[in-house]
């Protein structure tokens, strides 16, 4: 008879395919994993506690680095938490470049995903075709704002920069160009045999533990859950648009990669309309005063990141500085499920579950 | 800009002058700044033993003066130097003194008006929210109605719509309840809110304060759901058993609050570290560090 003992095996901080520092530990036994202990906090930088004695500007940049790589939905939920409290009404253009720029955003975060989620997986060439396209879109950006993954893009009010000229025109090449590229995506992995063997049925949770979990985004739609706040609590502008929101029933990452391919189909047809209906010309910031205080109270808002729900709360006293400040992290709550996920699992299984969820550590750890 | 220009300026005039003549400026800029530094902690020190017994307003009109007053010294400060670079030697201190005491006066009137103005603008403010009643009115009272029903009229500390948050229905519910009623408002079929959006701490000095933004996705309703703590030792029950999502958002109010949740599966300082000494979003958190 064999002697058979569990080990303990420690994933990370610094691995690669955790995606930033973030680090598991692993009680496995033979190749089966009986426990594993999600070791978080390596990126925490107390932006919560840094912002209490910043005027909400000034607060901008930070949230540029929870999400580093989808920052405009990041900017985004601040102002709109602030605006929402003050009341603030948004001109026209800059509703439409908020609404643009968030969008190609996600559809950058959508191929950083697929670029990586298929390295982790073993695939190489899927990485570089991913980061060519992100390129163009970080360019775009780049252009509009002056920044290629903190922007800094977004005040309360409106937007910092007017679109150069010839900008929207970019865009709008760009969306053909980015559909055409997609076709070709498919054709390099979807059907991919090994692919498929490596991400159906794994990971697979219901509707009732996703819900249960506060599971958000594409991690909750893999469940069958139609759910986008995009559509269901609309904010900005986007009830103006014509969109679908992508669902699949099977909860495994096979549904998670489906969805969020999915979703960039939909960012694109988000972006087609908004750079056919954006005014020409028109005031990008609202008539605010310089020095904003948000009334007496508190408010939360949530919107629909990449990554899923993301939120932010703001108690006020009615100064120029936030009184308490609070991000609800997408990736913080989503990474919760992974132990559970993991429980009896291959160790090779590890990387396509964790891949599949899609985090940013800069945000889980705030 | 202004400023860069007046240097450049001084900077000008200066060169001309002999070096002796730059000494003795200097010399005096320093006695100026710190003449000028020391004014600026009295007026604080003042500010704060004022603002302990004072009412809000009165501290915002305080302020304001204080500001205005700054401003003012900062001005005469400026009409002083030039004065004085454009050749008449010596400026007694008590002409100084005297302007500055006359811009005061100017700022502190400015002021008043201001702060009178404000009140008025709230009065109006407050005139048009009241008017308007809410669309999510009926189902603050329908979550009311519920809750009082099946437990009794005592378990709720408060209740309103949030007109700064979207119109959310809040309710803010007795510390003794607060499992209870959390356990309810999700097993009930009439409120069914089997989504925990959110969990966090607030540190209010007063007291502490925990806030769950719940979701319904059977009813499609918000509900926002506070309940208020000792500050000294905070102590709640934890809702990871009902909702799972809870687990690290309490541990995360936990590492940087302190709040104890009874409970809970896995109360770890799950951010900072088990060795990190302190809780950093209380309001009296004073960092430490070894080497300092």
Redesign the interface.
Known sequence: MLRTEEMLLNVGPQHPSTHGVFRIVLKIDGEIIREATPV??YL?R?T??IAENLQYTQIIPYTDRMDYLAAMTNNYVLCHAVE??VGTEIPERAEYLRVITMELGRVASHLVWWGTFLLDLGATSPFLYAFRDREMIINLLNEISGGRLTFNYMRIGGVKWDAPEGWIEKVKEFIPYMREQLEGYHQLVTGNEIFLSRVKGVGTYKKEEA??????GANLRCTG?K?DLRK?EPYSIYDRFQFDVPVQESGDAWARYQVRFAEIVESLNILEQAVEQIPSSGDILAKVPKIIKA?K??????IESPRG?I?C?I?SDGKKEP??L?F?RPS??N???LPKLLVGENISNLIAILGAIDIVLGEV?? | MAKKLEKEKQEQESADESEKDLAQQKAEAAAKAKAAALAKKEAKAQQEQGSADVSESDLAKQKAAAAAKAKAAAQAKKEAKVQQEQGSADVSESDLAKQKAAAAAKAKAAAKAKSAESTLRKDSQAEEKAAVPSANQHFLDLYIKVIEEHLGKGVLEDYYI?T???D?PTIVVKKEAYYKVAEFLKYNEQLAF?????L?G???ETHMEV?T?LYS?KK?QSL?FKVKIDREAPMIESLAPL???????EC?AYD?LGIKFKGHPNLHR????EDWIGH??RKDYEPYDVEV
Do not use: C
């Open positions: 978080i906090g925490h107390g919560e506690k929402t409290m819900l249960q979990y506060s599971l958000s859950v759910w269901n009334p109270g508190e408010a939360f808002v949530r729900e939120g709360y108690a009184y308490r609070k609800r913080f709550y990474l919760q499920i750890d705030g | 949030n700064l948050s979207k959310v089997d989504y925990l959006s959110e966090h607030s540190d209010f806030y933004h996705y499609h926002a909702w799972a999502g809870a687990n690290w958002p995360e940087l799950i951010m900072l570290g950093p979003l």
